[in-house]
């Protein structure tokens, strides 16, 4: 069974930084890709980042590029989300997802097959 448990999240200035983890379990992580999503208050959840099982491919929301880094550890069976330079508009519930490929790091949900419970994430202006 897989399991994905995000952490991280809190409240921070615009302009600040935080870093999400998201742990998993169940199979073996080195071998599928992994994406960040978000979703605000009243909106669709959306893509923010995914990374492909090797780490050597990422993929970014125009709204995150730049700003936001995705990377994992597979020793450590994690994927981070370092977001950087903050905006309110960033305020959003951010869930980890693991694709069901080793390589498809692409937007669309229904190619990632698990998701975490998602973690909140604030930013005052």
């Known amino acids: 069974q897989v399991q994905l448990v995000e952490s991280g999240g809190g409240l921070v200035q615009a302009g600040g930084s935080l870093r999400l983890s998201c742990a998993a379990s169940?199979?073996?992580?080195?071998?599928?890709?992994m994406g960040w999503f978000r979703q605000a208050p009243g909106k669709e959840r959306v893509f923010v980042a995914s990374i492909s099982a090797s780490g050597y491919n990422t993929h970014y929301a125009d709204s995150v590029k730049g700003r936001f880094t995705i990377s994992r550890d597979n020793a450590k069976n994690t994927v981070y989300l370092q977001m950087n330079m903050l905006k309110p508009e960033d305020t959003a519930v951010y869930y980890c997802?693991?694709?069901?490929?080793?390589?498809?790091?692409?937007?669309?949900?229904?190619?990632?097959?698990?998701w975490g419970q998602g973690t909140q994430v604030t930013v005052s202006s």
């Open positions: 997802a693991q694709g069901s490929r080793s390589w498809y790091i692409g937007p669309l949900d229904h190619e990632y097959e698990y």
């Open positions: 169940g199979r073996t992580f080195s071998s599928y890709a």
